[in-house]
């Protein structure tokens, strides 16, 4: 099964993996025109299976704060709530 890169861009934004259990994901996300962590988005597990195999995903943007996800601009928040 594939997981997720610890870097990648989704939505225009750079977002750096941070933390990760079994069934959530902590992300550090960058700004349109910086590198740099201005928020922290803690994301449910999906697994999916389509064409390019079987591989860990996350929500669409549809399903982005109807699940566990979160997107929170204060670091310890966002750990407390991954915990």
């Known amino acids: 099964m594939k997981?997720?890169?610890t870097h990648f861009r989704m939505n225009g934004l750079p977002y750096t993996l941070l933390k990760r259990n079994e069934v959530v994901a902590l992300y550090g996300i960058g700004g349109?025109?910086?590198?740099?962590i201005l928020?922290?988005?803690?994301?449910k597990i999906y697994i999916r299976k389509d064409k390019y195999g079987i591989r860990e995903s996350l929500p669409t943007n549809e399903k982005f704060g109807r699940d566990l996800s979160?997107?929170?601009?204060?670091k310890?928040?966002?750990?407390?709530?991954f915990d």
Not at 32 to 36: H, L, W
Not at 39 to 43: A, L, P, Q, R, T
Not at 76 to 81: D, F, G
Request: proline share 0%.
């Open 3 to 5: 997981t997720f890169k």
């Open 32 to 36: 349109t025109y910086t590198d740099e």
């Open 39 to 43: 928020y922290w988005e803690v994301s």
């Open 70 to 74: 979160r997107c929170f601009v204060n």
């Open 76 to 81: 310890e928040i966002a750990l407390r709530y």
